[in-house]
């Protein structure tokens, strides 16, 4: 099992990214996968969660912002982040649960990538 994240980096406010997580093909079929981000002394918190079915939920701060979507051709789940603001800044994580349902809380994930990095000046 593993997932890996990829895409961070730096960005001048208003600007945008694509941070990518590639799933090992067994985690990915029929996976929940989230987004969730934490900033120094902050805790970890959910920003985005799709299903197997492409449903997806976002938390109230990136509505209308990020997107999330699933490439199922290549165990792929991206976050497409626009107008990106100083308050993004974080480490973005990517997890996966292999269940037929999908939350945004980070306790409800069992699988956990590294992270990247995502500073907007």
């Known amino acids: 099992v593993q997932l890996v994240e990829s895409g961070g980096g730096s960005v001048q406010a208003g600007g945008s990214l694509r941070l990518s997580c590639v799933a090992s093909?067994?985690?990915?079929?029929?996976?929940?996968v989230g987004w969730h981000r934490q900033a120094p002394g902050k805790e970890r918190e959910g920003v985005a969660a799709?299903?197997?079915?492409?449903?997806?939920s976002y938390t109230d701060s990136v509505k209308g912002r990020f997107t999330v979507s699933r490439d199922n051709a290549n165990n792929i789940v991206n976050l497409h982040m626009n107008s990106l603001k100083p308050e993004d800044t974080a480490m973005y994580y990517c997890?996966?649960?292999?269940?037929?349902?999908?939350?945004?809380?980070?306790?409800?994930?069992?699988?956990w990538g590294q992270g990247t990095q995502v500073t907007v000046s």
């Open positions: 997890a996966a649960r292999s269940v037929g349902y999908c939350y945004r809380g980070t306790s409800f994930y069992v699988y």
């Open positions: 799709i299903d197997s079915d492409g449903i997806a």
């Open positions: 093909r067994s985690l990915y079929s029929g996976a929940c």
